[in-house]
Every structure is written in structure tokens, then in C-alpha cells.
């Protein structure tokens, strides 16, 4: 049981846009920034999203993020087929001693 | 460029010791926190803990709390992730990631497969 909760699956056609939502609380999302990641299959992790809205160099401006409250989303728009992939959000957690907490991970499917 | 290595893949028996390592290149060492993070065959990612290269600062998820240890050598720019008694539930891709553009995992190791199996 992940502490961030996201949708398992999420799908989408081609030049669609999708959003991928995910709930937190006050000693995590409500409290500090959030990362989103994008896992292609059989690589590692690769950093889409940080602090809640900016994307690193490179990252194409199909990407976004929000934050409201407990509460962040991940948006593509224009949806290609190479955005198939697994998309995770994490999140520093101020409980007990402090850590960072990931969501259970959407696999989100270009039909 | 920054560029985190991982060591090669690991096959360990129940009960053996084992140290992987990320060694990180095109950047300052010490600049950036690395943290360990696992991901069991089909399951998502944990995060396990991470370390702080100028003054091997860690902290750990409650978690993993004494079941790894992490350590850094600035020296050769190089952090490690260690178990002292291998269980078959450690069979997993464990990735190593640098902060950067922001504070938690930014810039990702290629990962290291570690299966334990008698």
C-alpha cells in the first residue's frame, strides 16, 4: 500500500490529452514539492516533472504538472505512442524522521 | 553531464553479503544527495534512503531502516548499498539518483539487478 495514491491504469489515443492524479496529505504533498517520473518499459526511472510544475531541460512541453492542496496531477497533452510507460509521483514525507514516499505507479496505455 | 554507474548484476545465496556501488561523473560529488531506491520484480518504486556525499549524512525509510546500510566515498566518487545477510525478498532492481534540479531522486542510475536464490 503506497503512501501517494494513483490511478493503477490510465489510456488514451493519439493526440489525446490524459491526466494522471495523485492523492496525498498534509505531511507529504500538502507540505512539500512534488516529482513525477516516467518509467519506459525495461529502463530506469527518468525524471518528468519536479517541484510541482517545472520540467528539466529536454523534457518536451507536452508535460505538466499541478499541485492543489493534498493533491497533484501530471497532464500530457498530444498524446504519441512513446508515451506508453509507467508514471510514478513521489513526494518528501515530514513524518517520523523524514522520507521520500513514491505512488503506486500508473501504466498509462496509448491505444 | 551528470552520470551515475551502477554496478553489474548480482546472483547471492540466503544468508551471503553484498555491497553494490553507483559511481557518479560529470558533476561535483559532494554537491548532491544520493538516494537508493528498489523496485521489485513487477512492483513500483520504494524509496530506501539516501546519503549526503560531503559528510556521509544518511537517513533511511523506516522500512529498510537496519536491513541496508549506505555509504558514500567521496574520494572516488562512489556510494554504496550494502546487505550483511541476503534474503530471498531482496531480489529486486535497485537504482541509485542523484538530487539535481530539485531535492529527492533526479538523475537516475542505470540499475542493478540482485537475485538471491538458493
Known amino acids: 500500500q503506497s503512501v501517494l495514491t494513483q ?7 493519439p493526440g489525446q490529452r490524459v491526466t494522471i492524479s495523485c492523492s496525498g496529505s498534509s505531511s507529504n ?4 514539492t512534488v516529482n513525477w517520473y516516467q ?3 525495461g529502463t530506469a526511472p527518468k525524471l518528468l516533472i519536479y517541484s510541482n510544475n517545472q ?3 529536454g523534457v518536451p512541453d507536452r508535460f505538466s504538472g499541478s499541485k492543489s492542496g493534498t493533491s497533484a496531477s501530471l497532464a500530457i497533452s498530444g498524446l504519441q505512442s512513446e508515451d506508453e510507460a509507467d508514471y510514478y509521483c ?3 514525507d515530514d513524518s517520523l524522521n523524514g522520507s521520500w514516499v513514491f505512488g503506486g505507479g500508473t501504466k498509462l496505455t496509448v491505444l | 553531464e551528470v552520470q551515475l554507474v551502477q554496478s553489474g548484476a548480482e546472483v547471492k545465496k540466503p544468508g551471503e553479503s553484498l555491497r ?3 559511481k557518479g561523473s560529470g558533476y561535483s560529488f559532494t554537491s ?3 538516494n537508493w531506491v528498489r523496485q521489485m520484480p513487477g512492483k513500483g518504486l520504494e524509496w530506501m534512503g539516501r546519503i549526503d556525499p560531503s559528510d556521509s549524512y544518511t537517513n533511511y525509510s523506516p522500512s529498510f531502516q537496519g536491513h541496508v546500510t549506505i555509504s558514500a566515498d567521496k574520494s572516488i ?3 554504496y548499498l550494502q546487505w550483511s545477510s541476503l534474503k530471498a525478498s531482496d531480489t529486486a532492481m535497485y537504482y541509485c539518483a542523484s538530487t539535481g534540479y530539485s531535492s529527492g531522486p533526479n538523475y537516475w542510475g542505470q540499475g542493478t539487478l540482485v537475485t538471491v536464490s538458493s
Do not use: D, H, K, V
Open chain 1, 7 to 13: 490511478p493503477p491504469s490510465a489510456s488514451g489515443t
Open chain 1, 29 to 32: 504533498i500538502g507540505s512539500n
Open chain 1, 39 to 41: 518509467q519506459l518499459p
Open chain 1, 55 to 57: 520540467r528539466p531541460s
Open chain 1, 90 to 92: 513521489a513526494a518528501w
Open chain 2, 20 to 22: 553494490i556501488s553507483c
Open chain 2, 32 to 34: 548532491y544527495w544520493i
Open chain 2, 77 to 79: 566518487s562512489t556510494a
